[in-house]
């Protein structure tokens, strides 16, 4: 659970996440989209590779990556029964708006 959390620690693998939520990438879709050196960009890959976040699947020349749902869905309920949330989340008390705080 250490690599899952290392993983998401850093905020450029975050939006490699992100990105993949909505389809594959290969590397150059992503570096196109991040402001990323592509050098980076495969370090990050390696750290997101060794947290089994995301999948590489070669077609032809190119490496496309996938993201892997299933081990953030694992590590939250692992963080879940660290601290012993069980059940369904209680009701967020409603917010009060800007207005109702100037009154």
Same mark, same amino acid.
């Given at each position: 659970?250490? =690599?899952?959390? #290392?993983?998401? %620690?850093?905020? !450029? &693998?975050?939006?490699?996440?992100?990105?993949?939520? /909505?389809? #594959?990438?290969? %590397? +150059? =879709?992503? %570096? #196109?989209?991040?402001? $990323?050196?592509?050098?980076?960009?495969?370090?990050?890959?390696?750290?997101?590779?060794? %947290? =089994?976040? $995301? &999948?590489?699947? &070669? @077609?032809?020349?190119?490496?496309?990556?996938?993201?892997? !749902?299933?081990?953030?869905?694992?590590?939250?309920? +692992?963080?879940?029964?660290?601290?012993?949330? /069980? +059940? @369904?989340? @209680? @009701?967020?008390?409603?917010?009060?708006?800007?207005?109702?705080?100037?009154?």
């Amino acid at each position: 659970m250490s =690599d899952l959390f #290392d993983a998401l %620690a850093n905020p !450029a &693998r975050r939006q490699i996440l992100v990105l993949l939520r /909505e389809r #594959d990438f290969s %590397a +150059g =879709d992503i %570096a #196109d989209r991040l402001p $990323i050196a592509k050098s980076t960009l495969s370090q990050h890959f390696n750290v997101l590779k060794a %947290a =089994d976040l $995301i &999948r590489s699947t &070669r @077609k032809g020349t190119t490496i496309m990556y996938s993201i892997n !749902a299933s081990v953030l869905e694992e590590g939250l309920m +692992g963080l879940m029964r660290l601290l012993k949330i /069980e +059940g @369904k989340p @209680k @009701k967020a008390k409603p917010r009060l708006g800007l207005r109702a705080l100037q009154r």
